[in-house]
């Protein structure tokens, strides 16, 4: 396999892949150009590669920066704006588990914290309590879930290495 077809495989493939874990696909499909291209690029490299409108360009390199996957660069002497990917994985991986966890999952535990005290009358007293028992019951799980996140993604990578091996002996 040539060069530039395996760079496409594993563009189209990233994007798949970000698709399936509900992530943009042309934002993963940026985010994988920027992994496997070592030199900087502009929003115009990125349009040309990846045959995509200028907004959809720019308005995912902003958001690959906002998650700290995407640098701003500058060189002397040039107008445009250059960028670059972090090349780390357990870096990516980090940043991703920690955007997912402040988007998603805070939300949804202030959300299960709200709904732990529901007021019931006589009539529903029982579908009362069985509901807030529920929610409780997914709540511990959430903050379970959320301090794991923090441990892991607060980690070393070899740390985190060593345990996971762990598990899996």
Do not use: C
């Not at 690029?41 to 906002?66: F, H, P, Q, W, Y």
């Amino acid at each position: 396999m040539k060069l530039d077809e395996a760079k496409d495989k594993f563009i189209q493939q990233w994007g798949s892949l970000g698709s399936n874990w509900g992530i943009n696909r042309t934002m993963a499909q940026i985010h994988a150009l920027f992994l496997i291209t070592e030199e900087l690029l502009s929003a115009e490299d990125v349009m040309e590669t990846l045959k995509i409108s200028r907004g959809n360009a720019n308005m995912n390199i902003r958001t690959l920066i906002d998650w700290g996957l995407v640098y701003k660069e500058y060189q002397s002497g040039e107008r445009k704006e250059f960028f670059r990917g972090e090349k780390d994985i357990w870096k990516v991986t980090q940043r991703v588990m920690r955007t997912r966890q402040r988007q998603e999952l805070d939300p949804m535990i202030n959300v299960l914290a709200q709904l732990q005290t529901v007021e019931s009358d006589k009539k529903n007293k029982k579908e009362v309590e069985a509901f807030t028992k529920q929610i409780k019951s997914i709540k511990s799980f959430a903050d379970l879930a959320d301090r794991s996140l923090t441990k892991i993604s607060g980690s070393e990578e070899n740390w985190f290495l060593k345990t996971f091996m762990r598990f899996m002996k």
